[in-house]
């Protein structure tokens, strides 16, 4: 009986730990709210085209891995965020998901937006609407965010933008931009 009573106390034991990996470390708790705490901030900053306030959220030497030419950095986010903002100046991106383990912040995030500006080496504004997801990694250092990973529906967007054929196989949108000749 005493040998059952062990087994079960122990098996209680092990079954309360499970999934509670540093619950108990307030550090990495307080680091984790601090996290996400900067993520929703420089989203907010992103939204409202507060580019100067990144510095607050992002390391002087921030690497962003995946970037396009031209745009990697501190300074090519902010770039980045100017361009789309003059492209959709009604853009939103929300922030649906965040997770973290230990140093890296997980997020998703939804992008919504008019483009009625010209943006990123595209002439002409499409007129059209956007709705794409994207997903991002971020590793955090010393208070502040130091390199990302960031993927986003790009196809899905070009073809909401008419921009390239619709990847579900329809018709491309018809283009209303062009006179009869």
Same mark, same amino acid.
């Given at each position: 009986? *005493? +040998?059952? @009573?062990?087994?079960?106390? $122990? ?7 499970? #999934?509670?990996? /540093? %619950? ?31 510095? *607050? +959220?992002? @390391?002087?030497?921030?690497? $962003? ?7 990697? #950095?501190?300074? /090519? %986010? ?39 500006? $010209? ?63």
């Amino acid at each position: 009986m *005493k +040998y059952f @009573s062990l087994l079960t106390l $122990a098996a209680l034991f092990f079954l309360t730990s499970c #999934g509670k990996s /540093g %619950a108990g470390d307030s550090s990495s708790n307080a680091q984790a709210d601090s996290m996400k705490a900067a993520y929703k901030a420089l989203t907010q900053a992103w939204n409202e085209g507060k580019q100067d306030e990144f510095d *607050k +959220y992002m @390391s002087a030497d921030y690497k $962003a891995h995946n970037a396009m030419p031209g745009y990697d #950095g501190l300074d /090519g %986010a902010k770039k980045m965020s100017k361009e789309l903002m003059v492209g959709y100046p009604d853009m939103n991106t929300s922030v649906e998901d965040v997770r973290i383990d230990g140093d890296i912040l997980m997020a998703r995030t939804r992008m919504t937006g008019t483009n009625t500006g $010209a943006m990123m080496g595209m002439p002409a504004a499409t007129n059209k609407k956007m709705d794409v997801i994207g997903l991002e990694m971020a590793r955090w250092h010393n208070g502040k965010f130091v390199e990302g990973w960031f993927a986003m529906e790009e196809m899905k967007m070009l073809g909401q933008l008419g921009l390239m054929p619709p990847m579900d196989g329809s018709a491309p949108p018809a283009d209303t931009t062009k006179k009869p000749m």
